[in-house]
Each structure stands twice: as C-alpha cells, then as structure tokens.
C-alpha cells in the first residue's frame, strides 16, 4: 500500500494567514493527488484533484502543487470559514489511500 | 446534480454482519460516469478507503478487509451496498458512500455518513 504522510498534524493559524500543508507518498502517485477539507460532523468535501485542478465553485485562494511523491496544499489568505481539517488521498494504485490529516485552528 | 445517502442499522452486534446501503439520486448508478465506493472514518481518525464497485459489476476491495467484505449493486432502485461479515468493535466507525468520477480519480461526491457502532 502507498502510505500518504501529512505534516504538520495541525497548525495554527490567524485569518489572513497563508497556510501551507505538506503530503509525501510512500512512492510515486504521478499526478493522482487530491486534497479535502473536512468540517465537524460533515463528510469531506472535494477541493482539488489531479494536483492543482480546483474543484466546481471552490475559492481560487485554495491551491495544489507537487509531483512524485511530494505535495502541498496552500491556503493564500485563510478565511473563518477555512478552520477544518485538510486531508490528501492519492489514487494511483489500488487500495485508495488518505493521509492522516492536518488540523487548521484558529490562533 | 448527483446526491448520496446512506441508510442502515446503527447498532450491530459483534460476529454479525455490518449492511448499509447508498441510494444515488439525481443520477443513474448504470451510467459508468462514477466508480462507487465505500469509505470510514473511526473516531477521532483519518479516512480509510474500503473498496469501490462500478456499473459493470467488477469490484476492487481493500485487502484488510477482502475476506469479509462484499459491495453490490441495485440497478433496478439506484442503490449499492455494503455488507461487512464477522464485526468486532474495530470497526465501529463513520460511514460514508461516496462516488469517483471515471475521468477525476477523486471523490466529488459523499453521503452525510452513518455511524455504525459494534456493541452488544
């Protein structure tokens, strides 16, 4: 299986902050890289596929980059709405794997 | 628009089997747009992917859980399913059904989720 490792496990942060979230796969996923935010009690919601496409009616704030085995999410100027959890998932090879999660907070 | 909703018991006893379902609106199933998958998330934990069915019937399964696990299909009410055998407390988790689009290997589409707990 292809481990997907995130760092940090959570930051804090202030709104106007640019947030940066780090994904290493185990190995190389090419370019099947997605990233989710997920808020309290709700499932996960799409906010970048294949790297750096964003998602249908995602803010252009949200951005991906990387290739190989390493990625990030960045957030340009975090807004309250943004505090949630960040996860990755790669889909390159069977199974289908996420990273553990990076916590955004509040400052 | 394509919606997902899962629906099943909450509570199953251990050695039992686990049986969800995921009824798709807003779309056929048997339109080979999606590959339809089963994910959980324990409490408190990160995601983990269980395994995926598509229109055609061909299935892929995590390999934890291939012993135990079987997805299907429903073409006749939009629905696929999850059946879990032989549950223990491990795997008490959330529940969510989510779809794949064919051409975005990515989920960009998920039920609310359904908490399942293993108790007796």
């Known amino acids: 299986d292809i481990q997907m490792t995130q760092s940090p496990s959570s930051v804090s942060a202030s709104v106007g902050d640019r947030v940066t979230i780090t994904c290493r796969a185990s190995?190389?996923?090419?370019?099947?890289l997605a990233w989710y935010q997920q808020k309290p009690g709700k499932a996960p919601k799409l906010l970048i596929y294949g790297v750096s496409s964003l998602q249908s009616g995602v803010p252009s704030r949200f951005s991906g980059s990387g290739s190989g085995t390493d990625f990030t999410l960045t957030i340009s100027s975090l807004q309250p709405e943004d505090f949630a959890t960040y996860f990755c998932?790669?889909?390159?090879?069977?199974?289908?794997?996420f990273g553990g999660g990076t916590k955004v907070e509040i400052k | 628009q394509v919606q997902l909703q899962e629906s099943g018991p909450g509570l199953v006893k251990p050695s039992q089997t686990l049986s969800l379902t995921c009824t798709v609106s807003?779309?056929?199933?048997?339109?080979?747009?999606?590959?339809w998958s089963w994910i959980r998330q324990h409490p408190g934990k990160g995601l983990e992917w269980i395994g995926y069915i598509y229109y055609s019937g061909s299935t892929y399964y995590t390999p934890s859980l291939k012993s135990r696990l079987t997805i299907s299909l429903d073409t006749s009410k939009n629905q696929f399913s999850l059946n879990l055998s032989s549950v223990t407390a491990a795997d008490t988790a959330v529940y969510y059904c989510?779809?794949?689009?064919?051409?975005?290997?990515?989920?960009?589409?998920w039920g609310q989720g359904t908490m399942v707990t293993v108790s007796s």
């Open positions: 190995q190389g996923i090419s370019s099947w």
């Open positions: 989510a779809g794949q689009p064919v051409v975005r290997h990515a989920f960009d589409v």
């Open positions: 807003g779309g056929s199933i048997s339109s080979g747009g999606y590959y």
């Open positions: 998932q790669q889909a390159n090879s069977f199974p289908l794997t």
